[in-house]
């Protein structure tokens, strides 16, 4: 690795260090530490909740997909823009309206019980370390490649850096970082972007045309079927992607950062916008990789792709851009994490030990150390099973988390706003349910079975032939949610009404009444 590269790294790593302590000079409340007190604007949360969407798997994982697969890499770029639609409409505003710090928040402004609040917390906590696992490997896969060091040091690197930024800067270091991570990640596709149409011309249609014969697929790369052969699949993860976006738990716990409903709903449109740009310009990245690096060089610096922007950068820009794009790429991670990292600990310190142990009764300055215990929990935890998953093909976690946020959380967001006849065991039904049913469907795929030994964890066939379960665990959660709710006899319509008045306007009864 280059003097150039280092400085890239330890550039963008010094500001984020200097982000954080700013940040905890604004840190001393629970407010504070889970919601930056509210105090973001819709801008500068569109670009946090951008930043916190665009994980190395978005940069990283895409551009190398549409480089090997052309249209079926795509896919995943259709997906989780098409999601924000799903966030902007039905969860944004009722979400930000009803909930204060987290998930089981919202939920339980209508079913007020230490059960529902736990079911919630366990989902949350759940999805986390999937997605945290995922990011962890992914860490110290890129940067044992870029800076040459073991495996176990650069998990250990990006654990120890994560944990900094959330416990001495909480939510409003992790928004700063994500905001800083989000406009260099922007800069850089677009520098890329622009070097690759150069290339071609400033033609889209010639990079069309030219993309047609520039692989050994020929005119099948600009169509779909080269990856995913099997409708249900494709349909089935785009299932997860499209609904699942909309119950992640470090996504939902953004909308608390802002000061009402309509800032809310702003920043998703500004979020909307700017990951939409970016999704545009994976294109660009990928047809650049394909041409300019080719497939043999892409696969032999990472057997999924992973490498294909930062070879791509360096075909085209030298060790300059390769060092600017891998570092990015690294404030990606460290970005992302700190955000998962953030919304594990709230489920732990505040639902769980706040809520129910506590049963409400804490002080600020137990909240606050509750937060950091919990945050230095979650980390631990994260790094241990990373650690020792090295050598697990564990890409398909990240559309796990997906499948287990669309099956769990989603159906009892949108019954607890929308239906009046919902009730307590109607959302711990549903919860329950959507999340056992894409673990255990996930556990028997051929993501886990494969006849073939290294295709996938163990060697065996699959009991579920979906490799991304949403298309059966998504309708078994909302399933069950109804089938819950009509067996149990509870029905509080008075509460119904209280909660849609708010979700609605942001004024609670008690406020009129007072």
């Known amino acids: 690795m280059s003097i150039v590269a280092v400085s890239f790294f330890v550039g963008i790593v010094s500001l984020t260090l200097v982000i954080t302590w700013w940040a905890s000079k604004r840190t001393s409340s629970a407010s504070d530490f889970y919601t930056a007190g509210g105090g973001l604007t819709g801008w500068q949360n569109g670009l946090a909740i951008a930043g916190d969407y665009l994980s190395a798997a978005s940069f990283l994982g895409i551009a190398g997909a549409v480089a090997l697969f052309g249209f079926d890499g795509f896919f995943f770029s259709i997906g989780y823009l098409v999601a924000y639609l799903v966030v902007l409409y039905i969860v944004a505003e009722p979400l930000r309206n009803l909930g204060k710090f987290t998930l089981a928040d919202m939920i339980t402004a209508r079913f007020n019980t230490a059960k529902v609040r736990g079911t919630a917390a366990l989902s949350t906590i759940t999805i986390v370390l999937f997605y945290m696992i995922a990011q962890l490997v992914g860490a110290g896969a890129l940067i044992q490649l870029l800076l040459g060091i073991d495996y176990w ?5 990006v654990g120890f850096m994560m944990t900094i930024y959330v416990l001495f800067g909480g939510m409003t270091a992790t928004s700063w970082v994500q905001i800083v991570k989000a406009c260099l990640l922007m800069l850089g596709t677009v520098i890329i972007s622009f070097l690759v149409l150069k290339e071609f011309g400033f033609s ?23 990856r995913y052969t099997d409708g249900l699949d494709t349909i089935s993860m785009m299932i997860a992607l499209v609904l699942g976006t909309a119950g992640l738990p470090h996504i939902l716990m953004r909308f608390f950062t802002v000061k009402d409903a309509k800032t809310a709903r702003s920043s998703v449109i500004w979020a909307t916008w700017i990951v939409g ?38 075909a085209l820009g030298g060790d300059i851009l390769m060092s600017f794009v891998s570092a990015v790429a690294f404030a990606t991670i460290l970005a992302v994490v700190a955000g998962l990292v953030l919304s594990g600990a709230s489920a732990l ?17 137990e909240q606050v150390l509750a937060a950091r215990i919990g945050s230095i929990t979650i ?13 697990l ?38 919860m329950l349910t959507g999340l056992i049913s894409a673990l255990i469907l996930v556990s028997v795929s051929p993501n886990v079975w494969n006849p073939v030994e290294g295709k996938a964890i163990f060697v065996g066939e699959p009991l579920f032939m979906l490799s991304n379960p949403a298309l059966v665990s998504v309708p078994l959660g909302f399933i069950a949610g109804i089938i819950g709710t009509l067996l149990s006899k509870e029905n509080d319509e008075k509460k119904y009404r209280e909660v849609n008045v708010k979700a609605t306007t942001g004024i609670s009864v008690q406020d009129v009444s007072h």
């Open 277 to 314: 740009l970016f999704y545009v310009l994976t294109i660009f990245l990928g047809f650049g990789a394909a041409a300019f690096v080719g497939t043999e060089k892409i696969l032999a610096a990472n057997p999924a792709g992973n490498m294909a922007a930062p070879l791509l950068a360096e």
């Open 393 to 430: 093909n564990v890409a398909f976690l990240v559309s796990l988390a997906f499948c287990i946020a669309g099956s769990a959380n989603l159906p009892v967001i949108i019954y607890t706003i929308y239906w009046k006849r919902f009730n307590t065991t109607g959302a711990i039904s549903a």
């Open 204 to 226: 889209i249609s010639q990079m069309f045309t030219e993309m047609s014969t520039a692989t050994e697929h020929g005119e099948a790369y600009l169509n779909p079927g080269l």
């Open 349 to 365: 310190s505040h639902d769980i030990y706040g809520q129910i142990i506590k049963k409400g009764k804490v002080s600020e300055k």
């Open 379 to 391: 980390a631990v935890i994260s790094i241990v099973l990373a650690l020792g998953a090295q050598t």
């Open 153 to 157: 040091i650069a998990v250990l690197l």
